[in-house]
Structure formats: structure tokens, C-alpha cells
């Protein structure tokens, strides 16, 4: 099967992607049929971001190629125009910002939990009544 996918590039840590047609048994960056394009995320304000040849995208789908879901998200994007790519990145990072909230809430309830059950341990201690020794009977 024929794929449209991404193709990473870059450096660590600064993604390039070209936008890719190959088979789908192929590595990720492996070998490719054509490439109809490239994306890159962390491109500086004013630079190109985003280009795709929508007519080999239209001519490969019409051939049974099928888009993956992150080309299928930045074809539409395209469509609407730079507003379209500038609010998806804007969501990305909303949702980012979101999920390092959330997992830092989540810590810090378990640090309460933790410290919560630290405190409760003496006091159940205190609670309990004391056993004292039998005393021994001196025979003498």
C-alpha cells in the first residue's frame, strides 16, 4: 500500500520534515517514491513553514495513496491558508502547556497524599494504648 507520510530530517532537538509518498512497508525514513513537499515546525517567524504540491498529493490519492493522519491534518491546514498553520500551532502548544499542568497537579497531589500519610502515621500511633510489660513478682 502507498502511503503519504512524514520523513524526518533535521538535527536534535530541530525537526525537519519532508512530506513523502512510499510504500508503507518502508522504514519511515527510508527509501520514497516522490516527494511532494516539505514541513518544518521550528521555522523562524517570517520564513517559509509549510509547502505542498497539491496536485501529486490529488494524483496520488486519486491512485489509492492514503494520507496519515498527521498529513491528512496539515493538507487541510494548508488548505485555510498561513491562519490555518499559525492556529495549529497555537493548539499544539495550548495542548502541551495543558498536559505539563496537568502532570505537574498530579505530582503535587502526590506529594500532599504522601505527607498526608506521613502525619496520620504517628497519630495512629498515639491513639493506640500502650502495653505494658507484666512485672515480675520477686522470689526471693
Do not use: C, H
Not at 24 to 43: L, T
Not at 57 to 66: D, P, V
Not at 71 to 98: H, Q, S, W, Y
Amino acid at each position: 500500500m502507498v502511503v503519504i507520510r512524514l520523513s524526518r530530517g533535521g538535527s536534535k532537538k530541530r525537526p525537519y520534515f519532508n512530506v513523502v509518498v512510499a510504500e508503507s512497508s518502508k522504514k519511515r525514513d527510508g527509501r520514497f517514491i516522490e516527494r511532494v513537499g516539505f514541513y518544518n515546525p521550528s521555522a523562524r517567524e517570517g520564513s517559509e513553514t509549510l509547502r505542498l504540491e497539491s496536485e501529486r498529493i490529488e494524483y496520488w490519492q486519486s491512485n489509492g495513496a492514503q494520507l496519515s493522519e498527521t498529513v491528512n491534518r496539515i493538507v487541510k491546514l494548508n488548505a485555510k491558508g498561513p491562519d490555518g498553520l499559525v492556529a495549529m500551532k497555537k493548539k499544539d502548544e495550548a495542548k502541551a502547556l495543558a498536559r505539563k499542568n496537568k502532570k505537574a497537579a498530579d505530582n503535587a497531589a502526590k506529594v500532599e497524599e504522601a505527607v498526608s500519610a506521613e502525619e496520620e502515621a504517628p497519630k495512629e500511633e498515639a491513639a493506640a494504648p500502650k502495653e505494658e510489660a507484666p512485672k515480675e513478682a520477686d522470689d526471693k
